[in-house]
């Protein structure tokens, strides 16, 4: 037989603790078991030990690009056939947000309610059925481009708040530069703050993850890593700012 434990984040670490040390336990009694215990990267960093012996770290990552233009095609928006700003469109949200499953498909759902309102209003005043159609596509368009927007947005809080706010915030300022230069391949905790310690922060602030299969630290998405950018040269300009005018000071 096979168990399957998932932990909604809520959870209290303890939780976590003694629902992995059950199924260690049934699964060492009972040879034939198997257990698969579904955590968020923040939980199980936090409250579970490296025991390689007993159990094994499988990291769920977002969409391939082929899964994610798959998944789009599936949801009917942002259809990229003779739509060239659709197809744009997409492009940005693999390379510079990331495909997020749920809240696209959240977004998919307010979209065609938006495309349905936008074509009828546009076949009341008389359009043609390709001028409704347009109006369709528009209105799609339209609320894909608010929701990367907001995803930009909020992922900057969140680096920021993780870069002055966290626990470890002087650890993470060390790390965020490694992991813009790295990639998105990540880097590994060694010389920097370990995941176990880090993991209340990763849990609190969202913009970093620790990918325990692969023992890296990642960016959240690929708005994150952009966030990270755009933090990292705010700070070198306003440092040289600052050189400039002490500089001229002393002068």
Known sequence: PVFVVEIASPASDQTVKDEAQELKELCTTHKGTHGILVLSDAKSAGNLNDDRGRQEFVWFDVFSEEEFQKFFDNLGVLAPDGDAEAAALRRKIIDEIGPTPQAIVKTAAAAKKAKEKAADAARSSGATEAECVAAGRAAVRKVFEQWCEKK????????????????????????????????????????HVSAKKASTDIKDYHAISHNAEARVYQFY??????????????????KAKAETEAKAKAE
Not at 167 to 176: D, N
Not at 221 to 238: D, P, T
């Open 152 to 191: 930009q947005k909020e992922a900057y809080i969140e680096v920021v708040h993780l870069l002055t706010q966290s626990q470890h915030k002087g650890a993470f300022r060390r790390l965020v530069p490694d992991l813009v230069e790295s990639y998105p391949v990540g880097v590994s905790p060694e010389n």
């Open 221 to 238: 998405s690929a708005a994150h890593y952009y966030a990270a950018r755009r933090w990292l040269e705010k700070e070198a300009e306003a």
